[in-house]
């Protein structure tokens, strides 16, 4: 299973806080996925993708 979400918003900020991230990438390596993020979908390349994965 595979949920990507993508926004257009001011992206994460250099030197900001990563605990819901890396909350989710925990989660989903302990049930043999993954999970990480990067660009988003705004115009001037601005915002968030999120992508958690895991075996279905």
Known sequence: MRL???DDGVGITEG???SGLK???R???SLGGA???GPGI???G???TVV???PY
Do not use: M
Request: aromatic share 12%.
């Open 4 to 6: 990507t979400v993508a």
């Open 16 to 18: 900001g806080r990563r």
């Open 23 to 25: 909350n989710l990438k």
């Open 27 to 29: 989660r989903a390596e």
């Open 35 to 37: 999970s990480w993020y």
């Open 42 to 44: 705004g115009d001037d």
């Open 46 to 48: 601005g915002g968030t």
């Open 52 to 54: 958690w994965q895991a």
